[in-house]
């Protein structure tokens, strides 16, 4: 959903390119950079992995460790995980001890960091992971509550009347499903720092 060759760490599988998201603009984090006027430090996304398992899944310090780069630190940590959790049946119990331990391993290491997590939006796997996809919303909801994070849901905006529309192979974005989730995430993202500045 995030990788894109020659972006991410050497080594990364990758999935895009792929179909019509055929360049680096069409990337809904390309996007959200450009809506939020801000800097790519490092993009470390590793196409397959679980936020709760396997190599280089999301609690991974190792992985972690690799948003900071040339020695400079993130200012802000935008996640979009859960998917391959989902699809491969992980119980919604260790999904949600392993994406808390995620959220603490990055405060932990980047202490002054501003996360901001995504929900999953509908796929065109249709019904069959409609309900644990709910529940594992639910979860990265109340985590955010808990830890003080943002959230970009993404559920209203692809639904399960446009998902055929906005993706394909099951839940992998086309263009137009990387532009509706780069907006969301860029204008949220431009309008929640602009608040903290406030504060």
Partial sequence: ITTYEGIIPEGFPTYYPAGDVDSIDKTWWNIALKASMTNLLANNSYSGSHVSQGTM????EKRIELLSKDGVDPDVVVINMGT???THNIS????????????ENIK???DDVDIFVLTMPSNTYAMKFNEPRLKMNEAIREIAETYGLFVVDLEDDIT???????????AHPNAAGMS??????????????EDLLKI
């Fill in 84 to 86: 391959n959790d989902l």
């Fill in 57 to 60: 899944y999301g609690a991974s």
């Fill in 160 to 170: 399960a009347d446009n998902a055929y529309d906005c993706m394909y192979a099951g």
């Fill in 92 to 103: 919604l119990t260790k999904f949600t001890t392993m994406y808390k331990q995620m959220i």
């Fill in 108 to 110: 932990k290491m980047y």
């Fill in 180 to 193: 509706i989730i780069g907006k969301e995430v860029g204008i949220l993202s431009q309008e929640d720092r």
